[in-house]
């Protein structure tokens, strides 16, 4: 069927209510509004407000009741509106949904759902990529779709997961249509290749895999062909994904909109150089934001990755030497 | 258990002071602002008469609210015209702005929330400038120290220790200035509102903590907010709490300097609890209509704290027709003027926009990531 | 303006409970727990009598405070012996212990803060299972299902959350279990502990909030932690607080289980403040004597838990000297096979200890991970 | 002088009060105790307690009042009494203390003093390395001493320097001794080389620096040259000493006791792998922390790098290819 990335995830919700009658909803504006990006839409209508509730406005609290709710048998999908909301419940996070299970022997079967990214225009602390504090989490699984269906395996996996997930939503994606299969299971920890190709390969996640399917089309055009790796999970990281294309391709780049310094890119880029450290015909590249605040939205398209800027760095591993 | 005390009303039917009055009994000894008000919350007509404002001053709170509430307005077209990208109108809430802000000293530091725009104009910032902020072109366009004016705060609360801090310095440097932080009702579900309140009692920081209860966080009633009472929580922190109609301009300008000249008294932090009500949508991204009913949002238009002001100063023979129809001709042009100014205003270099300002003394590889980053630019 | 509030006493020269009074006021006439206080504060003969407690549980909540204490010491000479990394005394504060824990039913959950051992071994847990966690072999030494026991809370206040959202769960599942979470005064200062009351008041979780205010946090004093008072911010979010005196084993028994069953009766959360004495160091890392004043520590043995439960049970002809000799000559022997067992007790495997509990659901490259480590680990 | 860090860092704020009577200290317990570490010993009785006192047990107002603090005109030095306790901070120190200038063009002279790190014997949460998480956070500067003089030196430049400054002080190494020199002045951003060598080049800061250079005596009895790198800034990152010294070696080894897994040695094999692609003789390892939360204490040498694996790690670069 035809959705939206948004709607996708809605469904995964919907079907996730349905299939596990312990799994709730809860956060700022869930319920009558549906959430501001209308992600929870129609879902207290359909399952009553004892499943799909609103909170006060307290993300430490919304992740903290989370942690006692899956300590009484549930299984919490509490969501954080913004990305750039999220750190007054990062003392729970890290010291307690992260830690709980090596402390208690208990799982915390929590999925986190957070909108994150930029690209939308918005006023600060509306587009922040804050994934790398959490795939630095040991404890922590942290996945970021960035098709529709991938939107919804992922998300029905990472629900069905009895470990706690930081679930991060590309919101620039929201609202691109695409074909979705309910019956596909989407598996944690596994990356996919987007596209095929030789040349050199392209590591993206979430926001940036649209981004780094638009240079593979402007490179085949000079016949240049980019494998296009779409992460999904980046903690775990899928690093044999990565290798077998690395394997192909002796090349690689890494793609993603958090500022470059310390962000998820260095991991890939430290495991490829050293994985294919025989292997590789240039340094592996990092394409991400610039190491600033995120800046106001008149100047965001600099800040961010783009096709050019992919385009740069490929044709700097590709010259490389 | 939601009426286990009487003193403490759980849902607001309009705007129920019952709480205020035993808040009242209790501290109207010692509380100078607290003696201002009438058991039944109103402003007393003593303290009215005691206000010391002439007729000039009192009209020209009435012009404030309407300029406020006219650049609102123009602010609002241009985000629906796509000149900005957001918009959080403050319609309904223009006594809290200017009775609070004129009750100040010029000097007295403001911490907004992020729905202060009329705060702001009447501290003189212009506000076409503070507009680029929505229009995607700084992220603080103004220099908070030239208008006691902090920048906006988006992360609800977070401002609030902020206000607490910068009083317990007013406090260390014996000097008799006062802070004054503002935030809405869902704020103080916060963590952060709650330690700046804590902080507050300890180290007797002279700052006033206005709440502009606008019963509404987006689309969370204040019921689904809170069980407890906002006004009533300053007890817990070791000072007075006071809710008062934050629809009568002259009760929040009565309120906030009773408040904030016992702060500079060395008296300690007061809360302010106005009561109002968010006229608006939450923002130009909002659709009320999917959580409120426009039966609720009528009742409360007959409160409307211009057309009370209005009547008032028009029976009170302060001010006439003619003076009105002046004020509302001066307003149109200043929407007007805003339009203009802000579609003039150029926008900035990408380097200073980006780079200019994360640090004072900027480290060597930050400097050479600008260089390339301006190099760049000129190479497209 | 410490002292605006008559209701609000902001020192505490020992236990001042005109607070508690006007609370009662307040509430007593729906206040199912504040019904069994007097004015004064203290448990009133009727609600004594009410306890439905004969004379051998009357015996047994003595028995066990006389043997936690014991058990408390031995921690501390282990801890001095060098067999603990860190001991966190709860010496003084045994009727807390004791009262609230045997007042709950034992499927009601308990979340802990760090120094709650008494409660823990009033719930059957292994005494020196519990102390491997000070001896750094196991973050977390009990399976908190089967006791009905959350592992400690190291992070202060942190706790308060998971307890509220327990019980909102319990609610959600239409039980009829309360959870009872307790934290120290200084955790009142947190902004968790804020947002946890807030939800509890909102969503009506059965929930008892037990602090066991005991004057300090590490070396700064209660009027250092707060202007305001503790038992009074209750009300600021919509259920009832009550201060009490929490060296008095039936206060603490009668007002836990009364506020337990108000949970359970679903008419919400119920904030206690029992007020105690930290007799001893904060932990064995501490040195009390640089921040308070040993007349201040003597002042309080005067009021020890154990020794005033003592006279009221002789007087009262439940205990005697006989009886008397047989419990504590037990809480020797439990003393000695806490130490025996202990040091008994042996080191996990690595590979377990440190890999083992992280995930419910092991990504690949962890077992990896973890499957190298074990190797390594052979090499050696 | 001979001191201990402990002293050298006493002494360093001691002089910074002196110098500015706009510095101010508080935190929890920093006052009568003198600190739970007895850093503040003695400075309230010296200064008074308007200058340097206790607060309410509050990790996030007592970042968000030095903000308000700063902009009053003073220079707060706020201390967080444990590495696990900075989390209730998050959103005060990444949303306000590092953007707050980006938005307002006022400087924020804050420097937050934080004990870092294992190897202490303690308890949960009391043994973290969170430097990472800052690291990544444009518009801070991250810095973390190894000896007593450069705690001196680098915590009177954190004090001077007007941008935020997250001073991570290694509190397994606050008791040993060093001489110091309280004129030398210790610039921020500047690496060090600790030991000068020929064969390897490891790379390390704060409480793993002396590991290093252990493993650098027991290199020398087999005739192996290592040259240890003392980062002591994170952000910025010094680059230059560390390609001066990678030019000599050709080989890396980063090292730190936080968990591997998009730990800061990604950022430094990421960008040595990048910056000496062409003169490597073998790929950047990486020795940190296992990827788990911090262990019980009982087996936190097995959880840390130490000397050995430092050793097998250049063995292995040593022995590459
Ligand atoms: C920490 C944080 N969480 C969530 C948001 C998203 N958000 C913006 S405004 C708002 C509601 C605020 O309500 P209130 O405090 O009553 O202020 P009002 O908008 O009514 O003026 C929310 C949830 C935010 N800005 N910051
Ligand atoms: C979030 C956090 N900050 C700081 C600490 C360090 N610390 C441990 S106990 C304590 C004092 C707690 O006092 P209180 O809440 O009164 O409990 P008590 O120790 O008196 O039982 C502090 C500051 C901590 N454990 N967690
Ligand atoms: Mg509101
Ligand atoms: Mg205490």
């Known amino acids: 069927m035809e959705a939206t990335m948004a709607k996708a995830i809605n469904l995964a919700l919907r079907d996730s209510l349905a299939a596990d009658s312990n799994a709730l909803i809860f956060g700022e504006d869930v319920g009558a509004l549906g959430g501001v990006f209308r992600i929870t839409d129609g879902l207290q209508k359909e399952f009553g407000d004892e499943r799909v509730f609103d909170t006060p406005l307290a993300e430490s609290a919304i992740i903290g009741v989370a942690i006692g709710l899956a300590l009484r048998g549930f299984r919490p999908i509490p969501e954080i509106q913004f990305d750039g909301f999220i750190y007054p419940a990062f003392e729970q996070i890290v010291s307690h949904v992260a830690k709980y299970r090596n402390r208690s022997g208990i799982s915390l079967p929590i999925t986190i759902r957070v909108p994150f990214g930029g690209a939308i225009g918005a006023v600060e602390h509306h587009s922040e990529s804050p994934e790398a504090y959490f795939a630095h989490t040991a404890g922590l699984k942290v996945v970021t779709p960035a098709t529709p269906s991938d939107a919804y395996g992922l998300l029905r996996a990472s629900i069905a997961d009895d470990d706690p997930v930081v679930f991060f939503e590309p919101k620039a994606r929201y609202y691109v249509k695409d074909t979705i299969d309910q019956a596909a299971t989407v598996p944690l920890g596994k990356a996919c290749v987007r596209q095929e190709g030789t040349a050199v390969t392209v590591i993206a996640y979430g926001p940036t895999v649209q981004t780094a399917i638009q240079a593979a089309r402007e490179a085949s055009k000079a016949d240049t062909s980019l494998e296009v790796i779409d992460l999904r999970s980046l903690s775990p990281l899928d690093m044999d994904t990565i290798m077998a294309s690395v394997n192909k391709t002796h090349r690689a780049v890494v793609v993603h909109e958090a500022p470059v310094f310390c962000g998820f890119g260095a991991e890939v880029a430290a495991r490829v150089s050293h994985d294919a450290f025989d292997l590789l015909e240039a340094p592996v590249q990092r394409v991400g934001g610039l190491n600033v605040p995120y800046p106001p939205s008149r100047f965001e398209k600099l800040y961010l990755p783009d096709v050019d800027r992919i385009l740069e760095a490929v044709d700097h591993v590709l010259a490389y030497g | ?380």
């Open chain 2, 1 to 380: 258990m939601r009426d286990y005390l009487p003193r403490c009303p759980l849902r607001y039917p309009g705007i129920r002071l019952s709480l205020v009055a035993d808040v009242v009994e209790v501290i109207r000894a010692e509380d100078p602002v607290g003696r201002l008000f009438s058991p039944d919350g109103t402003l007393s007509e003593a303290a009215r008469g005691e206000l010391g404002l002439d007729a000039a001053a009192l009209r020209d709170l009435y012009r404030k609210m309407v300029v406020i509430r006219r650049a609102d307005q123009e602010a609002l077209n241009l985000q629906r015209q796509g000149e900005l990208g957001l918009w959080g109108q403050f319609l309904g809430q223009e006594a809290v702005h200017v009775g609070a802000t004129l009750a100040l000293r010029p000097t007295d530091w403001i911490f907004p929330s992020y729905r202060e725009f009329g705060m702001a104009m009447c501290r003189g910032i212009d506000p076409a400038e503070m507009l680029t902020l929505f229009r995607g072109l700084s992220h603080g366009p103004w220099d908070p120290r030239r208008y006691a004016f902090a920048p906006l705060a988006i992360p609800v609360a977070t401002q609030v220790p902020h206000a607490v801090g910068f009083a317990m310095g007013c406090r260390l440097k014996k000097t008799d200035e006062a802070a004054l932080v503002t935030f809405g009702d869902g704020a103080t579900s916060e963590g952060d509102w709650h330690e700046a309140m804590n902080f507050a009692g300890v180290f007797r920081a002279p700052v006033v903590f206005l709440c502009q209860n606008n019963f509404w966080a987006i689309s969370v009633p204040l019921s689904k907010q809170t069980a407890g009472s906002i006004a009533e929580r300053a007890a817990g922190y070791g000072f007075p709490g006071l809710r008062i109609d934050g629809n009568d301009i002259l009760a929040v300008y009565a309120a906030t300097r009773a408040a904030a000249d016992r702060a500079r008294r060395g008296e300690g932090p007061y809360l302010i609890e106005a009561v109002t009500y968010r006229m608006g949508a939450h923002t130009s991204s909002d659709d009320p209509t999917r959580y409120r009913l426009d039966a609720d949002v009528q009742a409360w238009s007959a409160k409307d704290p211009i057309t009370r002001y209005k009547a008032w100063l028009m029976g009170a023979g302060i001010l006439d027709e003619g003076s009105d129809r002046a004020i509302t001709e001066e307003a149109e042009g200043i929407g007007r003027e805003i339009r203009e100014k802000l579609l003039r205003l150029p926008v900035p270099e990408p380097g200073e926009a980006i780079y200019g300002r994360v640090y004072g003394n900027p480290p060597e590889p930050f400097l050479r990531e600008r260089e390339e980053f301006e190099a760049s630019l000129e190479q497209d």
